[in-house]
DNA sequence: AATGCGGGGGT
DNA sequence: ACCCCAGCATT
C-alpha cells in the first residue's frame, strides 16, 4: 500500500487540530534555552542540526559555541584549514560531518552568494545535508512546512499512531515524512517539528517516558493500551568485531614523539594518531622488522606500559601501548612526523588516541 | 537494502 | 552489556 494511502488510513479517528495545538502550545512554554535558539539565522540552523546528528544536545552546546565564535560566518568558515575545523570537532565524533559541513558551505559561498539556500533541491544537493537536516533547516530557518524526521520524531509517532513499522528500515522513515506532512501546522511548522523533538527528548524517551506529563498523552494510543514501552519496533544491529593492535609511543634523541596524519577517507580521516601495528596482519614479535619496513627506522623496544579499548560502533579497538627509542635509519613514510608536546596538542586527534596523550611525559 | 562512520550517557 | 542519540554517504 503507498504510505499516503496508509496515513490516511492511519489518522482515521485522530484529532489532527487538537494535536498540533496540544504540541505547540506544550513546546512554547516547556522548550529548553539552546544557543540555537538564540535566532532564526540559516547558518547557526545548519551547524547546529549537523551537530546534533546522531549527538546530544548536552554535548553538543560546548562544540556549537566554541565553533560559532572561531568560525562566525559562512564566508569564516569556508577560508579556514581544515585542520583546523577538524580540531574544533576534536571529541564529537563522525569527522565526516565537519569535512562535508565545509566543503558545503565553501559551495554556499561560492554559488549562492553565502546565502544557504531555502529551496529545497538545492539544499539537499549540500554535502551532509540529507532528508533529516534539510527539513530541520527549512522549517526552523524558514518557516517552510516541510517534514524534520529523526530518531525522536519516529518514536514519538509510532507511539502516538501505534505505528508498528521497524524503524530501523529507510522506507519507513518516509512513511513518517508522508505522515508528517499530513499532520505538520502550516502556520508554525518550526514548533511542531522542534515541538516533536523536545517531546522525544524530554517525555516520550525510549527507556521510560513520562507519559503523566506528556501534553499529548489523551490521543496517545499506545498509552491507551499500556504498550508504549514497547514501541517503536526497531531490528537490533549485530555487535563489533574487535581488532587487536600494538600502538607504538616512538621517541626520537630529542624526546619527540612520531605520529601521523590517518588518510583521508574512511575511519577517523585525516585525524592524527600515534603508529598502529595491526596484529591480525603482523605477529608481535615481528612488530621491529615490520616498522622497519613501514617507517625505515630501527627501534629498541620496550615493555608494553598501557592498554587502551575503544569502542566504536560498529568495531572495538584493543591497544597495547609500547613504548620505544630510535637506533637508527631514516624516517621514510608519508604524513607522519616527530613532534614535541607542544605541537600534538595542537593537532586534531582522536578519542582513542588521545587516551595515549597522557604518556607524553614519561 | 545494508553497511561504515565516533563518542558519550542512560539503564 | 546493550541501547540510543535532532543521520548521512556509499555500495
Known sequence: MKNEQRVQHIVEDFDENKFRDSLINWFKTEQR????????????????EIMLQQTRVDTVIPYFNNFLTKFPTPEALAEADEQEVLKAWEGLG????ARNLQNAVCEVVEAYGGIVPSDPDELGKLKGVGPYTKG????????????????????VLSRILKVEDDIAKQSTRKLFEAMVYRLISKSDPSSFNQGMMELGALICTPKSPSCLLCPVQEQCR???????????????????K??????????????????????????????????????TDVDEADVRTWFYGEYGLTLEIGESIDKVKHVFSHLIWEMQVVPAVVTGGELDRERAEFVDSKKIFELPFPVSHQKIHKHINP
Request: charge should be negative; proline fraction near 9%; charged fraction near 25%.
Open 94 to 97: 563522525y569527522y565526516s560531518r
Open 136 to 155: 530541520a533547516i527549512l522549517s526552523i530557518a524558514y518557516d517552510l512546512p516541510e517534514p524534520a524526521v529523526d530518531g525522536n520524531v519516529m518514536r
Open 33 to 48: 534555552t539552546l544557543p540555537w535558539r538564540d535566532n532564526q539565522d540559516p547558518y547557526r540552523v545548519w551547524i547546529s
Open 222 to 240: 499506545a498509552f491507551s493500551e499500556g504498550i508504549e514501552t514497547e514501541l517503536p519496533v526497531k531490528s537490533s544491529k549485530k555487535k563489533q
Open 242 to 279: 574487535k581488532l587487536p593492535f600494538v600502538t607504538l609511543f616512538v621517541q626520537n634523541e630529542s624526546g619527540e614523539v612520531l605520529v601521523e596524519k590517518r588518510p583521508d577517507q574512511g575511519l577517523l580521516a585525516s585525524m592524527w594518531q600515534y603508529p598502529m601495528v595491526p596484529l
